[in-house]
């Protein structure tokens, strides 16, 4: 028969094993939440001006992904488009379905996703740590995101290059350029709100 006290000293070190690994995962999920609340919010920030309309959804994938990193930036994206695609009016307008996946703007979807783990990856190998590499960052997720965006614009209502540059770019131009300042700068304040333990050191 084995003593109480190699039990209770077995115990201990199972316990003290697995319960940081179970906050952290319940840390995951509720991050992953907040994510999927932030951008079903922001997408309900919208201006129709054409077949792809004016949100704040671009936020919102900016600061996930340079705040929470891999992989949990890239699940919570992955997650609200997934949310959407069953039915949760999680969309610009309320918006569901795969129908509307398939639509005009299906391939920003696309790119949110791609850009969040951009990001999380550039995150990861310190490019946050300056305003001016974390400014770059977020400027090649943008890229990541009108890349498949425009594609599939065109592709999806057959229109030639230039007019689907017209429609879902050139219109969004300044204001992505207002949303990549506002993620760069509220980054540090986006980690001590959501907990994260890295810091900045920008100068």
Known sequence: MSSPVLNTSLV???????????????AAIVKVAVGVLLLA?????????????????TLGVLLLGAAYGLPVGLVSVGAYVALGAVGLPVFAGGESGVAYM???TGGYLLGFAVAAALLGFLSRRGWERSLASCALAMLLASVAIYLPGVTWLKLSLGMSWSAAVAAGLMPFLIGDAVKLALAAAALPAAWRLLGEERRSGRS
């Open 12 to 26: 201990g070190r199972v316990t003290a094993a697995v319960a940081p690994r179970a906050d952290a995962r319940v």
């Open 102 to 104: 398939a639509g005009p």
């Open 41 to 57: 919010v922001l997408a309900q920030l919208r201006v129709q001006i054409g077949p792809v309309p004016i949100t704040g959804q």
